[in-house]
């Protein structure tokens, strides 16, 4: 009867936690200027409440500090899936795209290694830094995408960038109101890519988390 019971609790406890995501980023997932809990990652963990988000997400952080910190979040964390969102700050210091690129890649390899998922959540940086160098920012991670064979979540969030009513006065960050659109759009993505049994069957977020 005992090792009965041990069984079922173990087969539940499984369930509880059906993955384990963890959202490798910068200021844009680390909930910069607003509170943590109005960040999108926490709206997002609120309706995936059986499945354990991890948010290693540091403001300021770059490819290069992303790849330098992932080796030990992924022996600590174990998770079963890494997005990977990372790529604003060295676009906005104008770091060579191949110096990105290479980061990005290894990233994605390590995470390989380790046989983790590995996706991507596609940047843009503001169109004063010039035509060129930003076009070819924003296609770099389909490029990488592409070549590396894993999930790009697109940055479309035009109706996020056009309106003041959504962006905090430095011109740059998304505030609180602009919050459950970004998470929105990740748990959609993340319908696409993780197992069926893996994304909670919810209703979409309530307009009065908007």
């Not at 926490?42 to 952080?61: F, K, M, Q, T, Y």
């Not at 390590?110 to 830094?129: A, D, E, T, W």
């Not at 740059?172 to 990740?186: D, G």
């Amino acid at each position: 009867m005992i090792k009965w019971l041990v069984c079922v609790f173990l087969f539940f406890s499984q369930l509880g936690h059906s993955a384990t995501l963890l959202i490798l980023g910068d200021s844009l997932s680390a909930s910069y200027g607003i509170a943590e809990e109005q960040g999108w990652v926490n709206l997002l963990s609120n309706e995936l409440p059986n499945h354990r988000i991890v948010n290693a997400s540091i403001s300021g952080d770059t490819t290069g500090g992303g790849f330098a910190r992932l080796p030990l979040l992924l022996v600590d964390i174990k998770p079963d899936y890494v997005l990977i969102a990372l790529g604003a700050n060295d676009g906005l210091r104008g770091h060579p795209l191949p110096l990105i690129a290479k980061n990005i890649t290894a990233m994605i390899e390590l995470c390989k290694k380790h046989q983790v998922q590995p996706s991507l959540f596609g940047m843009r940086i503001p169109p004063n830094y010039g035509r060129r160098y930003g076009e070819g920012f924003a296609n770099l991670y389909g490029t990488i995408a592409r070549q590396s064979n894993v999930p790009l979540m697109p940055f479309n969030f035009d109706e996020i960038l056009i309106s003041k009513n959504f962006i905090l006065s430095d011109g740059l960050h998304p505030n609180a109101a602009a919050q459950p659109i970004i998470a929105r759009a990740v748990r959609a993505f993340l319908n696409s890519i993780l197992a069926p049994n893996i994304v909670a069957k919810r209703a979409p977020l309530a307009p009065g988390n908007q």
